[in-house]
């Protein structure tokens, strides 16, 4: 029987290669999405269309309200998402994200009996963000080992993180060559109502700077420019 | 100046006690609950009192909809509390339910610039539920350490679980020592909407075994007897 894996997808282009990247290891796919107070909603239209199209065999959108919490460009409107790269952990970093959703992952697997849970987590371009390193993978795996019935009982849980050490143009010629049509995602930190990009964000531009190493078409749809 | 904490507060006598131990170590205390679905909200009143007069600075409640993962008698209608005990992990037990609540702790600290967490679990009466065991919190310490902003810059986290080696009635002297008021709390898995506890499940004799054998009055209201 083909083993269940639960996958985050986010609606943007590394999620996207990563639940391709399950399929193709032949992972029945039960993707999973957070409604966490993005200021952007057109990111949760994309996840459900990548999910789809990539054939996961479902998708869930769990509200995860952490607006309250404050502390993040991403979730309070008060601070200003911020057009140039800084130095060190940037603002649009959100307080304990990728423990919050994978610690709900692993919740989710557990119940479907799956112990495969993958994260389109990278350490290349995300440099500044905590858990988005190597040790946080690890640490979170042996957690989740100890955390759950399945767990203590030796089924074994493995976090895969297949982006981590890849950059952007890496991840980018990997994804086409399993057929993601990155038209369908969105990186933008400051899209419009129709999901198209500002073309001047960081993760913007990071992804634009990708498509063009890897010489691939960037299908991407810019209101500003 | 005062450190300050983030206290998980279920509502039920373990937690009250915690908060009370937290506060006696001089810690601010933010008190943080969950509403994830569970049957008896008297429970998430119970915490509101439980905050309030025990001097937590604050206290909010999280929406976090679990209940659509099923698998758990405490979230999902379709599965029967149990009257007897059983051998191994609970049916009570919720899927990763700790890793979840300690993740959201964690961010919420984060923001307050707070690095410590409280939580009441407990190793000797809920032996089977493998997040309540040591071994559980060492891994989530280590993981906070690595998941967040501050724990990369060295400003260390800490997580407290003060009950961890101590039955029911040593949690009931302390808490009576410290002026917890149990009248208060509700530890019943069965409540009756007016709080009062179904004197049956695995939790109420637990409870009253407790009171009976730390020689403190049980203060504990009884619908069923």
């Known amino acids: 029987m083909a083993k269940q894996a639960v996958v985050l997808v986010s609606g943007g282009l590394d999620s996207a290669t990563t639940l ?27 996840a459900r ?31 200003e998402v911020p057009t140039v790269q800084s ?19 692993l919740g989710w697997a557990e119940v479907l009996k799956a112990h495969d849970l ?9 440099s500044g963000y905590p858990d988005c390193r190597p040790e946080f993978m690890s640490a979170f795996e042996r957690l989740a080992n100890l955390a759950t019935r399945d767990g203590v009982q030796g089924k074994e849980f ?14 980018i010629t990997a994804g086409s060559r399993l057929g993601v049509d990155f038209g369908q995602t969105i990186s933008c930190y ?11 964000c960081d993760s913007c531009r990071l992804r634009a700077r990708g ?14 420019k």
Chains 1, 2 share one sequence.
Not at 99 to 104: D, K, N, R, Y
Not at 190 to 200: M, T
Not at 211 to 224: E, I, L, M, S
């Open 20 to 46: 391709a990247m399950a399929r193709e290891q032949g992972f029945i796919c039960h993707a999973l999405s957070f409604d966490y107070g993005q200021r952007h909603r057109v990111e949760l239209e994309a």
């Open 49 to 79: 269309r990548v999910a789809s199209a990539l054939g996961a065999v479902e998708h869930r959108v769990m509200v995860l309200d952490i607006g309250w919490m404050g502390g993040s460009a991403l979730t309070d409107t008060r601070l």
């Open 87 to 105: 130095a060190g952990i940037p603002i649009t970093y959100v307080p304990a994200r990728n423990t919050i959703f994978l610690a709900v992952a």
């Open 118 to 126: 993958f994260i389109g987590a990278n350490a290349v371009d995300y």
């Open 158 to 171: 493995r976090l895969h993180a297949p982006l981590l050490h890849l950059n952007k143009a890496e991840i």
């Open 190 to 200: 400051n899209p419009d109502p129709d999901g198209r990009a500002c073309g001047q």
């Open 211 to 224: 498509f063009a190493a890897a010489g691939v078409p960037d299908p991407t749809r810019y209101w500003h």
